[in-house]
């Protein structure tokens, strides 16, 4: 790899610079690259450039994010499935979790709400709940791993979204499935990702009707990634080999961020 050589500014602290650009970095990731002895040095041998200033440092760190991705998803296996639990596993209550209250969460008329689908498809037609309903439903318990460090297991139940995506006539050859909520909320998933059994559209929490806590009246439910890649309250897919980033993508989290 190329290695540009340059100087540091005069008069800059090293140690503030680079703990300055890991806050861009998601809470644990942060704390483990701080803990693990963050140096300038670190991020020299990572990217194979110095660090002169503070966006220097940020535009490594968003290089060495970059080559998480590529690694993780990499060795993703698209065989191989998340851990599944019993009945009596399940957290009760399940947590809300969300960057709002429960009182600010989305307020959705199942009866108005219909999934836009767009993007490489067949079919662009958009889906009602009832329509949904009325598809093959799987179901799983399956454990949520929230990036803040927190877990919960929860029974999901609903579509399993490579059936919808061979349904619609989707180029599983793309590279992304991108989702849009009724929050403003976005978030991308890589197509052997979005083609993974476990990975589904769900529709009901514990044998009832999605609560609106949880996503109603659909939610994305991905057991092979950390909690924020399954995202609530979903009124659009697009199926796209552009990468469109997401709500905590465009923060500086990890885009695969595969378990």
Not at 48 to 53: E, K, L, N, P, R
Not at 105 to 117: C, N, R, S, T, Y
Not at 135 to 151: D, F, M, N
Not at 166 to 195: E, H, Q
Request: proline share 6%; hydrophobic share 40%; glycine share 8%.
């Amino acid at each position: 790899m190329l290695r540009i050589k340059s100087l540091l500014i005069p008069g800059v602290d090293k140690t503030l610079l680079v703990k300055d650009a890991a806050r861009l970095m998601p809470d644990l990731t942060r704390r483990r690259f701080l803990s693990g002895g963050a140096s300038l040095g670190a991020l020299t041998l990572l990217t194979g450039c110095d660090v002169i200033d503070g966006a220097s440092a940020e535009n490594l760190l968003a290089k060495v994010s970059k080559f998480n991705d590529a690694v993780q998803a990499a060795i993703f296996d698209p065989n191989t499935l998340a851990p599944t639990y019993s009945e009596k596993d399940i957290t009760r209550p399940f947590p809300f979790n969300a960057y709002y209250s429960l009182d600010e969460a989305p307020e959705i008329d199942g009866k108005d709400w219909a999934l836009e689908v767009s993007g490489l498809v067949d079919s662009k037609k958009s889906w009602t709940l009832a329509e949904l309903t009325q598809l093959p439903e799987v179901g799983q318990i399956t454990r949520h791993i929230c990036v803040e460090g927190w877990s919960a297991i929860g029974s999901w139940s609903g579509v399993r979204l490579s059936d919808f995506l061979k349904l619609v006539g989707a180029d599983t050859n793309a590279k992304y499935v991108w989702f849009r909520c009724a929050d403003d909320y976005t978030s991308p998933i890589d197509m052997p990702t979005a083609l993974h059994p476990q990975t589904q559209m769900t529709l009901k929490y514990d044998g009832q009707i999605l609560p609106r806590a949880y996503g109603y009246p659909m939610k994305i439910r991905i057991p092979t990634k950390l909690g924020f890649k399954n995202p609530k309250y979903v009124v659009a897919m697009e199926v796209t080999n552009d990468y469109k980033g997401g709500y905590w993508e465009d923060q500086g989290y990890n885009s695969f961020s595969g378990l």
